[in-house]
């Protein structure tokens, strides 16, 4: 567990971990985002990007999630080693 | 409201095996139809269950019912307001993935619902050592709880059991769950509860606490009906939840819907926690899950990634048409022998020609691209119950993005005909899983673009006549020009018409599956069910209107006499010695062709035809395809057969069995620049009368509806001329 910081969703890379600390996001966004599971608290790991380096896909609750790079910015992470 | 307890819902998260347990359930005693108002679609089967009958309602698959889309305020109108509303609710989850889909659970519960929580997959569960104690979830939870396996069948009866018993001992309706969603919102839901009770607003079909916590979470939907019922107490009840807002925000920096969500995955992370799951701590995906990994570490690549989607995509199009081609004869042919049977039987006449040339012809066209669709729709089943439809979406998310669209825009393209065989009737229906208005729209009002099997006949007859050596390079482009027509137009409606800033993308990537055989075959055979029906009714019609307006009204007495004048002198030659046997035989058939020709430019289509020539001429169209192509915009289904019709209504000679290929082939007037014309045509303009009512359906505009007709017909008629005037 080397490297804690807090960053953005969109900074993890491929097979970084790392726990949700804070959504910004309200509306239809933050609604969709929680809708999936996406709250404080929960752990993921970056999956992968597509050909295009946007979307990212995200693991977390035993699920694969993808979203936006845009998206992703509303999400603050604290970011743990892969 | 009496509730039903042969009646049962069945919810769940998208990829749940939701609807692999409603097949299992019903079997093709299924009834697919649609939502009144909305456009979402409604399933009914029937349920054998200890020698009674069970109605069960498929709800549409939601992870929420917070109405982010419309097929979340489907579902809870159906739980509360459809008479009769369900008696109890089976709850399909996806054991690997309690968590997330008890969150749809919490607000079942919230709303009322007696639940039965069938815990579904759980064999994959257990085999990858994920430990549910499904006791002690019923326990804390106070729910019936039972473990499923729906692909193999095993603990369907039992949740259906519990289900039916559970509506018998409450009547439809319990307490709502309540839980604490902080001091905060308990505080306010504890103020207007009570006031929302005594004005009984909405309290006829939603609890007054629910109905309070909506007002919170700022449901569009909730609200404005609330609004409509009694103003004041809404903007009281509003007013509430600003001041809860404001409140958060300057004291939390969140917001009260995310208070909310958050004391719901709390409340599920406590019980889950409290001896239900053990050893799900970590991030530990299950052997499923690891294999999808690897295949999406190939099949999302950068370079292989959108190579195998090209490939995937040619390849399903390739087979379609060259396997597609051999049942599509057998079709054709019966219907040429039937025709001939019935003409041999029948004497001439009109009815004669009703039946052979109108209905018989006109409906053996459509149903002769059955084997096509019906092998285009396994396709696309296989690729959506698979998976790989959602990484379609996610590699090609980043494009569609550029033409102001959505991932998911390519799934309504796809069965529009973006995969060429497709159809715009389901392929706009599709749009409703898109939540954004704007993308939505963008995608509704271009999806007619594509290549759908209707006008697939149109490309198949003029590639094999102009570009016989190419055919499956020049249908691939075709589908291409597709594609940029939709993707440009798009972008240009999404800078003008309907500008905006995108919508959110978040979606799942559901792990790779074997597709259920019984699941494609239910899935092509809905699909194509579709189509039969559209043939037998829409396009049925359709054919019997367009052959009167090609028979009637018929030509003058005295045009008629002209023509017996002709023949009169043909035969007094004859008698003089003057001409042959086959000059003369040459000579009435001229007659002949010259009275048919009359009898078709007299009727409402021949003139309609002709005087369209004008217009139409720089594009290179005669009046014969002018006829087809107006036939075209009721369904494209008739292009093909009206152009055949029309055609073989010139022709006098029964014994001269010319198909329309030749005939075309050897008109002068047919050059590749007319044939290029007409597809570009065909593929761009005026979507088919069932189309436009689809898109004023999905849209709930008539503007739509004649958006759509209009600039696409401008829109396919200058791109048309401009393709004749540089081929000839």
Not at chain 2, 654 to 683: K, Q
Request: with cysteine.
């Amino acid at each position: 567990m080397s490297d804690i910081s807090i960053t953005t969703l969109r900074r993890l890379k491929k097979g970084q971990k790392a726990i949700i600390k804070n959504i910004s996001a309200d509306g239809e966004m933050g609604r969709r985002i929680r809708d999936m599971g996406l709250v404080p608290g929960i752990q993921i790991q970056c999956m992968g990007r597509a050909p295009l380096q946007d979307p990212v896909a995200l693991r977390l609750l035993g699920f694969t999630l993808t979203l936006r790079n845009n998206e992703a910015d509303f999400i603050d992470v604290q970011a743990s080693g892969t | 409201m009496q509730n039903d307890s042969s009646r049962i819902a069945i919810a769940g998260n998208p990829n749940s095996g939701k609807t692999t347990a409603f097949n299992r359930y019903t079997g093709a005693r299924q009834h697919v139809g649609n939502y009144p108002g909305i456009t979402v679609e409604k399933k009914e089967g029937i349920a054998h269950l200890d020698g009674i009958e069970i109605t069960l309602v498929d709800l549409p698959g939601t992870y929420s019912l917070t109405a982010y889309s419309l097929e979340e305020v489907v579902a809870r109108r159906v739980l509360s307001e459809e008479s009769p509303p369900p008696g109890a609710v089976i709850d399909v989850i996806n054991s690997g993935v309690l968590e997330r889909n008890l969150y749809l659970s919490v607000q079942l519960l919230e709303l009322g619902m007696p639940l039965v929580l069938a815990l579904n997959m759980m064999d994959e569960a257990k085999a990858n050592g994920l430990n549910i104690n499904v006791d002690r979830l019923a326990e804390l939870t106070g729910l019936v709880c039972v473990p499923m396996v729906a692909r193999k069948g095993e603990g369907l009866d039992d949740a259906l059991r519990a289900a039916v018993e559970l509506a018998k001992k409450t009547g439809g309706k319990v307490k709502p769950l309540e839980i604490s969603y902080g001091t905060d919102v308990d505080l306010a839901l504890k103020e207007m509860t009570p006031q929302i009770e005594e004005a009984k607003l909405l309290t006829a079909n939603y609890p007054a606490r629910w109905l309070a916590m909506k007002f919170l979470e700022r449901d569009e939907e909730i609200v404005r009906r609330a609004t409509e019922a009694n103003p004041e107490l809404s903007a009281k009840m509003q007013a509430r939840g600003e001041a809860l807002a404001a409140h958060l925000k300057s004291t939390l920096k969140t917001y009260p819907e995310a208070v909310i969500a958050d004391y719901r995955y709390g409340w599920i992370h406590s019980i889950l926690k409290n001896g239900v799951l053990k050893g799900a701590d970590d991030i530990a995906p299950d052997d499923r899950v690891a294999f999808s990994d690897k295949v999406d570490s190939i099949v999302t690549q950068k370079v292989l990634g959108p190579l195998i989607l090209f490939g995937i995509l040619y390849l399903m199009y390739y087979v379609t048409i060259e396997l597609g081609a051999i049942p599509n004869d057998w079709v054709a042919n019966f219907f040429d022998w039937l025709s001939g049977v019935v003409g041999d039987v029948m004497s001439d006449g009109p009815l004669k020609s009703l039946i052979t040339d109108g209905i018989i012809a006109g409906v053996g066209g459509v149903l002769g691209f059955v084997p096509l669709i019906m092998i285009m729709f396994l396709f696309i089943s296989v690729l959506e119950d698979s998976g790989y439809m959602a990484r379609v979406a996610y590699i090609m998310d980043r494009v569609f993005r550029f033409f102001g669209l959505h991932g998911a825009s390519i799934m309504p393209f796809i069965i529009s005909g973006g995969i060429a065989g497709g159809c715009a009737v389901p392929g706009v229906m599709a749009t409703r899983t898109l939540r954004s208005p704007k993308e939505r729209l963008a995608t509704i009002l271009t999806a007619p673009f594509m290549t759908c099997g209707a006008k697939i006949p149109v490309f198949l007859l003029f590639v094999s006549i102009f570009f016989d050596a190419h055919r499956p390079l020049v249908m691939f482009s075709i589908t291409l020009c597709g594609w940029a027509a939709a993707l440009l137009v798009s972008r240009l409606l999404r800078s003008t018409l309907i500008r905006g800033a995108a919508t959110p993308f978040v979606m799942e990537l559901p792990p790779y599956r074997y597709p259920t055989f019984s699941g494609v075959v239910i899935h092509t055979w809905e699909r194509t069910w579709q189509y039969i029906k559209k043939a037998g009714t829409v396009i049925l019609a359709i054919s019997v209107l367009i052959w009167a307006a090609m028979t009637f009204p018929s030509p003058t007495p005295e045009d008629e006499v002209a023509f017996e004048e002709q023949r009169a002198a043909i035969t007094s030659q004859q008698e003089a010695g003057t001409l042959t046997e086959e000059e003369v035989e040459a000579k009435n058939l001229d007659v002949d062709n010259d009275e048919q020709q009359l009898h078709l430019r007299h009727s409402v289509a021949g003139r309609l035809g002709t005087a369209l020539e004008t217009v139409t001429g720089p594009a290179g169209f005669n009046w014969q395809t002018n006829i087809a192509l107006i036939g075209g915009i009721a369904a494209k289904e008739v292009v093909i057969s009206t152009l055949g019709t029309a055609y073989a209504l010139g022709s006098v000679d029964p014994e001269e069995d010319t198909s329309l290929a030749d005939r075309i082939r050897n008109d002068p007037h047919w050059t590749v620049a007319n044939a290029v014309s007409l597809m570009v045509f065909t593929l761009l303009y005026s979507p088919c009368f069932v189309t436009l009512m689809m898109i004023k359906q999905e849209t709930a505009r008539w503007r739509w509806l004649f958006f759509s007709l209009f600039f696409n017909l401008a829109f396919a008629m200058i791109l048309s001329i401009i393709a004749y005037q540089l081929l000839k």
